[in-house]
Structure formats: C-alpha cells, structure tokens
C-alpha cells in the first residue's frame, strides 16, 4: 500500500485553463510539499505545507496556489494554465523536519497545451 | 539560501566497475542533511542515502557510499561493482536545519552503465 498518491497521474490542458493536482498520504505525516521536475533544473520547490491550513510558498511559487484543509490532502492549483507549467509534478511527505525519511509520490505529469 | 550543484549532467560507466558522482553544496546553515535519490526511467524517487552534517563517519549503504567532505564541502555518491540496473538519474539533495524539511535538489547526473 503506497503511503501517498497523486492525482492525476498524466493530463492534458489548454492555456487559461485552471487545473487542480491532488495529493493524498495515509501516514498522516506533518510536512507536505509540491515540487516540479524539468530538465536541467532538477527538482525544485512550489509550495509546502507543515500544518493543516498552515502552507508557505517555495523557490517558484508564481501562478501556483495550494490548500490543505486536512492532514491527508494537499491540493496544488495552477489558476490558468500556461505552457511553461508544463512538467512532471512531484508530491512528498515527511514526518518531522530533522528526519530523512521522506516519502515521493509517483508524480503526475503535466501537459498544457 | 541553499544551493547543490551537480557538475556532471551525464556520466558512463563499464559493469561491475566503481563511479563517483559529483555533488558540491552552499549553506550558512551549521546543521544540514545531504541526500542522494535515484530516478529509473520509470519516474519514481528512489532515497538511497543519507548524511548528517555532524555525522563523522561516511554514510553507506550497500553498494552506496557517501564521501562527505565537510571543510570542500562536497558529498560525492560513490557507487561500487556497478550494475545495469543502476543506469539512472542521480540527484544530490540538502535539507537546512531551520526549512521545514525543505529538499533544495541538484540537477542530476545521468548515469549509463555500459555492459
């Protein structure tokens, strides 16, 4: 039984569309976080979270927003769609901050046409 | 701020054969981890090892090895008797001590294990 899931696991948008990405952990975990992957950039760091309604914004937060109104979810919203959003998106979770444990989703891929 | 480079965008390797992959890393944090993931063709995010900034001796785990040098600061993945199944996407990864468990990743290494 995998710990996290993401949802979707693959779409296809249109510019201007708005298009939400789910995150879902069983561990109940305190710490969540939304990271984009494209090529030459590694992974880097949209939005995380490290509370219920307790979020904050990471190295390319720009047209994202998140919500997370319970320790399961952590929902990442792109408002409109543009096509440099297209991406692989990685979800994570971790049970404290000093710990090494973190555990990635399988990422959803992201297309916006 | 911190920040991990990873000079190496691709690297090649003969089976059975030892490789050392390159991470060097930026922080004015005195407590920190360093971690290394794999990523095979199919996407997901492999942790394969882990070092603590006050931990005096390298991390291994298996045929994985750590060579952390605190003073150069680099924390170079070396993987020994390579095996097929370890060509791959390497990425070199730090958590501050005071970022919320935030990971600041490098740019990853593509790693081709030759027969």
């Given at each position: 039984d995998a710990g996290i899931t993401q949802?979707?696991?693959?779409?296809?948008?249109e510019t201007g569309t708005p298009v939400t990405l789910r995150c879902h952990q069983t561990e109940n975990h305190r710490y969540m976080y939304w990271y984009r992957q494209d090529p030459g950039h590694g992974l880097r760091l949209i939005h995380y979270s490290y509370g219920v309604k307790d979020t904050d914004k990471g190295e390319v937060?720009?047209?994202?927003?998140?919500s997370r109104s319970k320790t399961e979810d952590f929902l990442l919203t792109l408002e409109?769609?543009?096509s440099s959003q297209t991406s692989v998106y990685f979800c994570a979770i971790s049970e404290s901050m000093q710990?090494?444990?973190y555990t990635f989703g399988s990422g959803t891929r992201l297309t916006v046409v | 701020a911190q920040k991990i480079t990873q000079t190496q965008p691709g690297m090649f390797v003969q089976e059975k054969e030892a490789v050392t992959l390159d991470c060097t890393y930026?922080?004015?944090d005195q407590s920190y981890g360093l971690f290394w993931y794999k990523q095979p063709s199919s996407g997901e995010m492999i942790f394969l090892i882990y070092q603590g900034s006050y931990d005096e001796q390298n991390a291994t785990e298996g045929r994985y090895s750590l060579n952390f040098q605190k003073a150069r600061k680099s924390a170079n993945l070396v993987i020994s008797a390579s095996q097929l199944g370890d060509s791959a996407m390497y990425f070199c990864a730090m958590r501050g001590g005071t970022s919320y468990?935030?990971?600041?990743?490098?740019q990853g290494t593509i790693l081709t294990v030759h027969p």
């Open positions: 949802s979707p696991r693959h779409k296809v948008t937060s720009d047209g994202y927003s998140v409109s769609a543009t710990n090494y444990g | 930026d922080t004015s468990g935030k990971l600041t990743f490098g």
